[in-house]
Every structure is written in C-alpha cells, then in structure tokens.
C-alpha cells in the first residue's frame, strides 16, 4: 500500500509516517519548503516538497497514493487577528480536497484520513459527549475562531464525503502527549518547563482531554483500514489536570515539582493582561482570554465508538508524558554533552 502523509513533519504527521515506515509501507511525505522534518529525517520516505495551495505538488504526490493521511493545522488559538486560521484550516483544506476529487485521484483513493480536533464535539460539563454530539449554527458565535476554523473543516470534509465521494473519515483527535515533540508545542513547552524544574506555578481548575502520541497515531492508521466512511471519531484516554501533567513530568525527570498553585480567578485576570498587552504592543501573547477560554471549555469524552469500530486501544496517559518528561531530558543532555564536545 502506498501511503501519503502532507504534513509529516508536525507532531501528529511525524509520529503517523514513523509508525506506516515501521509497518513496511511504501511511505511519501509532503513538507512545507524549509520545514523543520527533524522528526522523520531518519527514515526512508519519498518526500514532495510544497505546501496546501500547490496544486501542482499536490497533485503529484497523490497520484496513485491509496490513503491519503492529511495533518496540516494551525494550532495558534491565540492569535489577535485569526485570519491566518481561517486560510490554512479551511481554505488550506478545501484546496486539498479539490485535488483529492479529482477523478485520477479519486480512482486510487481508499481513505481520506483527516486530523480534525475533539473541540468539534459539542462538549457540556453535565455530561459525556461522543460523535453523535454537533456543533449546529446557531453555536458557532460562542466558540473562539480557532475552534470556528476546526469545525468548518471538518465539516467540508464530511460534506465532500457526502456530495463528491471522497471516501473521508475525522479523526477528532484531543490533546497529544509523548515523545520526539521537535517543534516543541505548547503542552509539550510546559512538560519542558516542569521537566527542567522550570515552571513557577500550575494551574487549578485546568483539565484537559489527552491522549499520547503514539496512540493518535496508531488511531489514524486503524482508520485507514477500518473507519467508516464519513464518520468521525473521538481520539482520547482520559482527562487530566494540568497540575497532575506537571507532577508527573517533574517525578520523570527527577526534579521537584511546581511548588505554587494559582486559583482560577488569578488565571483568568493573568490571561486578561496578557490580552491587553497584545493589543497594546501588537505582540501574540500565548496566554491570552481566548486561550484560556479553550482550555476552560473541557468536558469528558466517550471515545467508545473507535474502540468497537477500529478496535482501538488507547494506553496510560500518565506513561506518555513521562515520555515526553524524558525526551526533554534528554534533549538537555545531549545539547550540552554537544557544547562541551
């Protein structure tokens, strides 16, 4: 089988070309001119280089690709002007599926397999939300524009599912933890931060979904195989606090933990002035109201349907940020073992 991942040297997207290598798969990639693919530079993979508006490249590395693995997201929720969103998760993604409809494309294609995020899931603290849980209309003036943008491209998916055959699945992935974080995201800058005995305070009343890394991964790739044809998925072990992530981190690496906790009130007047002073400065500040209004917008999730359906079994969430606590380490350690060399 031969396989495509566009994104591939992201988080997620490196972590699925690893494991397709790894099966045996006849593996292409397509990276961003200039990207940073530290995380797959050691394996062997056909790469295309171009990112989501070049058609020409697009069209090239999906023809005769039977699954199409598509991890492209901008992440910056924080972002004072989100037009940059909009342009990459919708528009970056209809472009995409343009070329994947195209009939000698379409022809080959076994699977569509898009990363989309648990944030399209109508999620209420009452209760356990699962696939069957939409975001309508009428509710997307309340959600932050980055969510706005994750849910207008999921739904492009699964309407191009409908109307133009494209044999698409979502795959509503939450937040990921583990190992070989190269590009450093935010979660994984806060495992850094706790690892290194860096992180001043945690805090309280802050939970996130999660699930590792390598888990996701292998979800997208059982999809590949198993998942129903525009259906979504919900791609989560567990909710954990950011204080137990913090705790967690610095037992791996053997340092103490955050010594302080914040009260929800002082978060939120923090993020407050982190909004002001992007506004005044025309700075991106990552703490922001807007932010925080993501994290704060959690509830459980039943990920039920991708055990039944893809046979997925998700592992300890708490083992895969140890992980990530270790990598971190020992990233630390070989930078300085460089230095001194």
């Not at 590009?183 to 850094?192: D, K, L, V």
């Not at 860096?198 to 590949?224: H, T, W, Y």
């Amino acid at each position: 089988m031969t396989a495509l991942v566009i994104g591939a040297n992201g988080y997620l997207g490196s972590h699925v070309t690893r494991q397709l290598v790894e099966a045996g798969e006849d593996v292409r990639v397509m990276v961003r001119p200039g990207a940073n693919t530290i995380g797959i530079d050691d394996l062997d993979v056909t790469r295309f280089i171009g990112d989501i508006w070049d058609s020409a490249v697009l069209r090239e590395a999906m023809t005769g690709a039977d699954v199409v693995y598509y991890c492209v997201v901008d992440t910056r929720g924080w972002l004072r002007d989100p037009a940059p969103l909009f342009r990459t998760n919708v528009e970056g993604t209809r472009n995409v599926l343009d070329v994947a409809v195209e009939p000698e494309i379409a022809s080959g294609l076994r699977r569509f397999v898009f990363t989309s995020s648990y944030a399209t899931v109508d999620r209420r603290r009452t209760r356990v939300s699962n696939e069957d849980d939409v975001i309508g209309p009428n509710q997307m003036k309340r959600l932050t524009p980055y969510v706005r943008s994750r849910v207008l491209a999921e739904n492009l998916v699964l309407q191009y599912a409908r109307e133009r055959g494209l044999p698409a699945v979502a795959m509503c992935v939450s937040t990921t933890y583990g190992g070989r974080d190269w590009g450093r995201t935010p979660h994984g800058s806060i495992i850094a931060a706790a690892a290194f005995g860096k992180l001043p305070f945690v805090m309280s009343g802050i939970e996130l979904e999660a699930v590792g890394v390598n888990d996701a991964a292998r979800a997208l790739i059982l999809a590949a195989d198993k998942g129903r044809i525009g259906e979504r998925y919900l791609i989560s072990a567990k909710m954990i606090s950011n204080a137990e992530v913090a705790r967690i981190a610095a037992d791996a690496a053997g340092v103490a933990p955050p010594a302080k906790t914040i009260p929800l009130p002082l978060t939120y007047a923090l993020a407050t002035i982190g909004t002001i002073k992007g506004r005044l400065k025309g700075t991106e500040e990552q703490m922001s109201l807007a932010s925080l209004r993501l994290m704060r917008a959690e509830a459980p999730v039943d990920h039920g349907k991708a055990e039944r359906e893809l046979g997925w079994r998700p592992g300890p969430v708490e083992d895969s940020v140890r992980e990530a606590a270790q990598f971190w380490v020992g990233v630390r350690a070989a930078r300085r073992a460089a230095k001194q060399g």
